[in-house]
Nanobody, 117 residues
Framework: VQLVESGGGLVQDGGSLRLSCKAA???????????INWYRQAPGKQRESVAS???????SYADAVKGRFTISRDNSKKTAYLQMNSLKPDDTGVYSC?????????WGQGTQVTVSS
């Protein structure tokens, strides 16, 4: 079982990206009850929480991304998404997804997001 992120890349200030996080090798009944989190780490900074979504689709966001980022999940595909709009250079970093709950704490390898000014 592993989390596989995709969708990162280079985008200009004000642009958009959609990140995906797929739970490969995990059965749906295990995936569905889990909370999914997105984190990011900028160069020289600590990792910070960006957004999360519970099994009941309750979402929360860091103040820095509220109104610009949207987290969602498709349980049938065992995949979570992070839609990022109005990107800023300060959003640059490695974005990682995390799935936890019921004794599970699983991390993806991360995907690089670079926003140029």
């Amino acid at each position: 079982v592993q989390l596989v992120e995709s969708g990162g890349g280079l985008v200009q200030d004000g642009g958009s990206l959609r990140l995906s996080c797929k739970a490969a090798g995990m059965i749906t009944s295990v995936f569905n009850p889990k909370t999914i989190n997105w984190y990011r780490q900028a160069p020289g900074k600590q990792r910070e929480s960006v957004a999360s979504i519970t099994s009941g689709r309750i979402t929360s966001y860091a103040d820095a991304v509220k109104g610009r980022f949207t987290i969602s999940r498709d349980n049938s595909k065992k995949t979570a998404y992070l839609q990022m709009n109005s990107l800023k250079p300060d959003d640059t970093g490695v974005y990682s997804c995390n799935l936890n709950g019921g004794g599970t704490d699983l991390w993806g390898q991360g995907t690089q997001v670079t926003v140029s000014s």
